[in-house]
């Protein structure tokens, strides 16, 4: 469903003549082939599903927040406003995230279902969470709510 989302948005762009969507949304379709092509040794023949492909998008938007950062640094703000702009493109395609309080109540959940008990369990909490959130969940907050509860 959302390869399909892409491939029309793509062509939509192209037809709307909006160059840093076509190009964006080209970025993100050439990572999803080189993901497929990664998995076909795991058995997975017919590409990568939707939870990998917010996975991949969730880490192409954390690149380019770090981008951000180092180009403002560097003064160069005309490349920060382009990686804002594919940030803002890349999110159409992704879930709302979830807020720090709705992160916090999921990560208790979570603990509490599969007992976990101190920060031994942090591993396998973190797993679940991924499991269960992938794409609408920012991962650096959740491992800091875990550690605070398991902590």
Do not use: C, H
Not at 124 to 149: C, H, I, N, P, W
Request: charged share 30%; proline share 1%.
């Amino acid at each position: 469903m959302l390869r399909q989302r892409l491939n029309d948005t793509l062509k939509a762009a192209m037809l709307g003549k909006e160059a840093r969507t076509v190009s964006t949304v080209r970025l993100i379709l050439a990572a999803l082939k080189d993901r497929d092509i990664a998995a076909r040794p795991r058995g997975v023949t017919t590409g990568i599903g939707d939870d990998e492909i917010l996975q991949m998008l969730q880490s192409m938007v954390k690149q380019r927040r770090e981008s951000i950062s180092l180009y403002e640094q560097g003064g160069r703000l005309e490349l920060a406003q382009q990686e804002a702009e594919e940030i803002a493109i890349i999110q159409r395609f992704m879930p709302s995230q979830m807020s720090e309080s709705e992160t916090v109540a999921a990560v208790s959940e979570t603990i509490a279902e599969i007992a976990a008990a101190g920060l031994k369990d942090m591993g396998r909490t973190m797993a679940a969470l991924k499991e269960r959130y992938a794409g609408r969940m920012d991962f650096t907050k959740a491992s800091a709510a875990v550690k605070q509860q398991l902590g």
